[in-house]
């Protein structure tokens, strides 16, 4: 069956054989990759280099040699602060890129060692190749983080560049972001070249996930009670225990064969931006309103919308939103952009990027101040709620002071996206820090323990990246440092009693 890498894999799809690992990882995107790569023994060491921060240059030289892993990360953490709410990550950021946000190219703190005997069995699952959504997302586009932000550990992006030079049309060459595609080859290469290629199951649908063995919270009742179900070939010193069903994509057929993996410990490693949040106003499912960029590319290549077209309406302030503005003003179509906030609100995203390394962006938020004009081809209503879609294209729109009425071509609704977690009992709601609301990577993340990325109600059950708010690269790799530090010590501790 194609689209299993190995022939590990291969058999035990093939016979729908029960297979038992220690950490089942969903998600085979950056999340995933980097904690496969600590998990099969790659481990940080603290390399000398003088830290920009006292106290954590202090603390970095009590016992030296040390790993990482092994130390203290709370006390290490101590004190630090950042774009990120998760400790661990505000750590693992400050040695490898000390005194990023200040501009600083300061040389890594760290330094990989590889040691087999610090190994923890894993299988990363995936729907499509490693590399997870970056293979899905336009190829022209730049990313929006730096560079060397998006590198995995032990293989900087830097080397892999060297290594795979082309022809560029100048286009990459002077900016410090890189192009989708780069980022996707790069996160496709990195699996061959750190050597966990093996790990990975691509091709695969998660079905469910359910805990057979340990403590969980009833969702029903709120309470706690302990599962206790017979399994194939587990330790008897795990406490905890989950049955993950996967079914094999086949991609001629569309459906492959159903397995099962037994698995001590599961890690939540996908992303969030599979489920686009709908409006939920009067005429939101109607065919002219969309929440995928593509659509509009498409209509515009088809020739259905423009230039003389009725304005295409844009909801949202945000990078995608951005994004169908300039799609559609390069396309010469006109654009209504209605924004909820204060377009000065110091929470847009586009007002905090720097114009020099983010211009595309820039001009976008320009226009949307007003400080950057095209009449005719572009109004933005800042401090406006779209109250109806009517079956004629018109979009209600209440302002401040006034009710407006717009006629539009079609209506791009670009106000973020949920993560698909069907596989989980009511799509993982009781595991929110709110459990009374849906999981969302900036409102309502999912709970855990900062230190060890555990879930609040649900031992062995671990969350990583976005769905815990970490949506840049840079700061998910914290979660790897925790969660492979925490179930390291459990198993270990676990084995010694």
Same mark, same amino acid.
Request: charged content about 25%; glycine content about 8%; overall charge negative.
């Given at each position: ?21 220690? %950490? ?52 290490l953490s101590d004190g630090l602060e950042g774009r990120s709410s998760n400790p661990v990550a ?91 595609? +780069? ?10 070249? #750190? ?8 091709? %695969? ?13 009833? +969702? ?46 599961? #890690? ?12 939920? %106003? ?5 065919? /002219? ?33 951005? !994004? ?36 595309? /962006? ?15 081809? /572009? ?53 929110? %820090? ?14 855990? !323990? ?48």
């Amino acid at each position: 069956m194609a689209g299993v890498y190995n022939s590990f894999n291969n058999n035990f799809v093939k016979h729908q054989d029960v297979v038992t690992t220690d %950490v089942a990882i969903i998600g085979n995107g950056p999340s995933g990759i980097c904690l496969s790569y600590l998990l099969s023994g790659n481990w940080p060491y603290y390399n000398g280099n003088p830290h920009p921060l006292p106290h954590l240059h202090h603390k970095l030289n009590e016992n030296p040699d040390i790993s990482i892993i092994e130390k203290d990360l709370e006390y290490l953490s101590d004190g630090l602060e950042g774009r990120s709410s998760n400790p661990v990550a505000l750590l693992y950021d400050a040695l490898h890129h000390p005194n990023a946000d200040l501009g600083s190219n300061a040389p890594s703190c760290l330094d990989w060692k590889y040691n087999r005997d610090n190994a923890i069995p894993h299988v990363v699952i995936g729907r499509g190749l490693p590399g997870g959504i970056w293979q899905d997302i336009d190829n022209s586009k730049l990313t929006l983080s730096l560079k060397n932000w998006m590198e995995m550990p032990g293989y900087s992006f830097e080397e892999w560049k060297q290594c795979n030079p082309k022809e560029e049309d100048g286009k990459y060459e002077t900016q410090e972001r890189a192009s989708f595609s +780069d980022v996707f080859q790069y996160y496709t290469d990195y699996v061959d070249h #750190v050597n966990i290629k093996d790990n990975f199951l691509s091709h %695969v649908n998660v079905k469910s996930v359910r805990r057979i063995r340990g403590q969980r919270i009833n +969702d029903e009742n709120g309470e706690s009670e302990i599962m206790s179900e017979v399994s194939y070939d587990i330790d008897r010193y795990s406490d905890n225990l989950f049955e993950v069903v996967c079914e094999q994509i086949d991609e001629v057929e569309g459906r492959g064969l159903e397995f099962k993996i037994h698995a001590r410990n599961v #890690v939540l490693a996908t992303g969030t931006s599979d489920i686009p949040t709908r409006l939920g %106003v009067p005429g939101d499912e109607k065919c /002219y309103v969309k929440s995928d960029l593509e659509d509009l590319e498409l209509a515009i290549e088809k020739g259905h919308i423009n230039s003389g077209s009725d304005p295409v309406v844009i909801i949202g302030a945000g990078l995608t939103a951005a !994004d169908a503005v300039l799609c559609a003003l390069n396309n010469n179509i006109p654009i209504v952009h209605i924004i909820r906030r204060d377009v000065r609100d110091s929470s847009i995203v586009l007002k905090q990027l720097l114009g020099s390394v983010y211009p595309e /962006y820039s001009k976008v938020y320009k226009m949307m101040t007003g400080e950057i004009e095209y009449p005719g081809k /572009y109004e933005c209503y800042d401090k406006h709620e779209v109250l109806e879609f009517k079956d004629d294209n018109t979009v209600v729109v209440m302002g401040p002071t006034e009710c407006r009425y717009v006629k539009a071509s079609a209506v791009m609704a670009l106000i973020g996206a949920k993560p698909k977690l069907s596989y989980l009992c009511c799509n993982g709601q009781s595991l929110g %820090v709110n459990p009374k609301h849906s999981i969302t990577c900036k409102s309502n993340p999912i709970a855990i !323990d900062c230190f060890t990325h555990e879930t609040a109600i649900s031992p062995g059950l671990f969350a990583m990246g976005p769905l815990v708010g970490d949506v840049f690269v840079r700061f998910l790799k914290g979660g790897a440092l925790a969660i492979t530090r925490h179930i390291r010590r459990r198993k270990y501790l676990q084995k010694d009693e």
